[in-house]
């Protein structure tokens, strides 16, 4: 899997609606095994990056596993009250669904692809 990178960001951010979710994400057999919350929580993340990316040296996107508007957007979603501790969890298993991968505090998602 890719990694999202500043192209992607800028191609995604052209997208018209208030959340961008990948339709692969929910309509495919691949990810079918994985928590609808955890589904949302990889769109919030996504969507944290999207709305203030951070950039490594090789031109990849990421964003810090501590930024609040990942709750907040997450708290929007769910329609559920969502705090950092929720959030840690979820982060834990989007890795452990190898979605995301962590380097530190920074979080990098993977781009989510149909392969069927």
């Known amino acids: 899997m890719l990694f999202?990178?500043?192209e992607d960001v800028v191609d995604l951010n052209n997208f018209e609606?208030?959340?961008y979710m990948?339709?692969?994400l929910f309509n495919t057999m691949q990810y079918k095994l994985v928590r609808l919350e955890v589904k949302w929580a990889y769109v919030a993340c996504l969507n944290a990056l999207l709305d203030?990316?951070?950039y490594d040296e090789a031109g990849n996107?990421?964003?810090l596993d501590t930024d609040e508007s990942?709750?907040?957007i997450l708290k929007e979603l769910a329609h559920k009250k969502v705090d950092q501790a929720k959030v840690d969890g979820?982060?834990?298993e989007l890795e452990n669904y190898e979605l995301i991968e962590r380097k530190g505090r920074e979080v990098y998602l993977k781009k989510i692809v149909n392969i069927f």
Do not use: M, R, S
């Open 90 to 92: 979820y982060i834990d």
């Open 70 to 72: 990942i709750a907040e």
């Open 61 to 63: 996107a990421h964003v």
């Open 22 to 24: 990948p339709n692969a």
């Open 52 to 54: 203030h990316p951070l």
């Open 17 to 19: 609606g208030q959340f």
């Open 4 to 6: 999202y990178t500043k």
